[in-house]
């Protein structure tokens, strides 16, 4: 997985509790990105960055938070966990070019 | 409409036969044209990128392209019953946000 973790692989947490994912790389790739990934929707794209303190939205923004503090990490958080954040959670990450992105072994998050 | 439609499968095929998956989107900006491989219960892995019409190979794997058609397939030869995953299409504008299709389930049977 391209020198990617993440942490916790699996979560199960309760409605409103806050939540935070981590994306750990050792390539020092300036790009990573938050996906997740649902059935009948694919992969979609929930925030990206773009350099330490760099962030952006992406198209499932909406409930989430992230912060990229150092190079290697980069921080998803869901302040108020609700039943339709339930998903499996991917990091990826990129050099500069975008041409190449490479995925984590992802995060399995229920919300009860 | 979506901008990338893919169809889910499933899709079955005994051992060595070709394969063909396709996607058909409907931005005119995408530029780059990707196919990921995703077994289960793993992230998905990059098999193969292109930015122009046409065909690229990579050993069994052939991408093919048509911006005329705004329709990209790719082609696996002797399939394996490694080959078994979901794949996924992915396309790209100048930036560097990826946009996927749904995946298409794949299993070769020996």
């Known amino acids: 997985d391209a020198g990617i973790t993440q942490s916790p692989r699996h979560k199960v947490t309760e409605t409103g509790t806050p939540v935070t994912l981590r994306c750990h790389q050792t390539?020092?790739?300036?790009?990573m990105y938050w996906y997740r990934q649902d059935p009948g929707h694919g992969l979609r794209l929930i925030h990206y960055?773009?350099?330490?303190?760099?962030?952006d939205k992406g198209e499932v923004s909406d409930g989430y938070s992230v912060s990229r503090s150092k190079t290697e990490d980069f921080l998803l958080t869901l302040e108020s966990a609700t039943s339709s954040q339930t998903s499996v959670y991917f990091c990826?990450?990129?050099?500069?070019?975008?041409?190449?992105?490479?995925f984590g072994p992802g995060t399995r998050l229920t919300v009860t | 409409q979506k901008e990338v439609e893919q169809d889910p499968g499933p899709l079955s095929v005994p051992e060595g036969a070709i394969v063909s998956l396709n996607c058909t989107y409907s931005n005119s900006a995408f530029q780059y044209f990707m196919w990921y491989r995703q077994y289960s219960r793993k992230g998905p892995e990059l098999l193969m990128y292109t930015y122009s019409s046409g065909n690229k190979e990579d050993g069994r794997f052939t991408a093919q392209v048509d911006k005329s058609s705004k329709y990209i397939s790719l082609f696996i030869r002797d399939s394996q019953p490694s080959d078994s995953a979901t794949y996924l299409c992915a396309f790209r504008t100048g930036a560097n946000n990826l946009f996927f299709g749904t995946g298409t389930r794949l299993t070769v049977i020996p």
């Open positions: 390539e020092n790739h300036r790009y």
């Open positions: 960055s773009y350099g330490v303190k760099d962030t």
């Open positions: 990826a990450i990129s050099d500069a070019s975008g041409y190449e992105q490479y």
